[in-house]
């Protein structure tokens, strides 16, 4: 679940709330048009014909966390709700979430299945990638810790061929790395609130997950161990310990990793 500050480069809000009115909103009938894409229903105020290509990278987004996360496919469908214009964005969720602070993007859990809201922008598409992201977790986890829920979909919201080595954090951690900066996982762990995380943690998070996925395999192996124990509603641990203990040298493996990554 996540939340992030003006300065970051997807505008999200990503909440879990009890109720149900999802059938509510799909059953309004002012959406002019909708369209499928896996496990996706999308409903928006727009012809989506444009977002072809995006609908295409939606219906694939699932078999890519299934593939290198090892989490299972949604059970559930998700829904999208899209706006042309944002003051129509605004108003919906006024009307439907007054409770809610204002977010250019949000996806939101309540006991039925999981929706995002986004409106056309310059980051339209990185902010309907991202939040999706956080739906098909929480639709495969029964919780996901903040830090890697924010990390993954950090990871997740740009193009597939951008994942590995075209982020926009890339640059400042390889830098970072190269002068001998380590993030502090530990105490990216203990963020607890939404509040708490800014640019640089954003940042932080993502870099271990992309080390994770990407680097040393006994990392990747604990990530998706840590992810299964979830899974299971067994307790998973500290996921920083968990790493630690299987690679004693971490802190200089990941630096080795972003120093020597093309």
Not at 212 to 239: C, K, N, Q, W, Y
Request: a negative charge.
């Amino acid at each position: 679940m996540a939340c992030s500050a003006t300065s970051l480069p997807s505008l999200s809000l990503s909440l879990i709330l009890l109720g149900n009115i999802t059938s509510d909103l799909c059953a309004e009938t002012r959406w002019p048009d909708e369209h499928s894409a896996g496990v996706f229903h999308c409903h928006a105020n727009f012809e989506l014909d444009r977002f072809e290509q995006l609908l295409g990278q939606m219906a694939t987004l699932q078999q890519d966390l299934t593939r290198q996360l090892r989490v299972p496919p949604a059970s559930e469908s998700i829904h999208l709700f899209l706006f042309e214009q944002k003051g129509t964005y605004a108003e919906y969720l006024r009307l439907h979430f007054p409770d809610v602070p204002f977010r250019r993007a949000l996806f939101i859990k309540e006991q039925g299945p999981g929706m995002v809201f986004a409106f056309l922008n310059n980051d339209f598409e990185t902010d309907v990638r991202h939040e999706s992201t956080h739906a098909l977790l929480h639709a495969s986890l029964p919780v996901v810790p903040l830090w890697l829920d924010e990390g993954l979909a950090e990871y997740f919201e740009v193009t597939a061929s951008e994942r590995a080595h075209s982020n926009p954090h890339l640059s400042k951690v390889t830098w970072a790395a190269r002068f001998g900066q380590t993030p502090d996982l530990a105490e990216l762990e203990r963020i607890g609130s939404l509040s708490k995380m800014g640019a640089t943690e954003y940042r932080h998070a993502w870099a271990w997950v992309h080390f994770m996925l990407h680097g040393p395999a006994e990392a990747h192996d604990e990530l998706v161990s840590f992810l299964t124990a979830i899974r299971s509603l067994s307790p998973p641990g500290v996921l920083s310990d968990r790493l630690q203990q299987r690679i004693p040298d971490l802190e200089l493996r990941f630096r080795e990793h972003f120093r020597n990554w093309k």
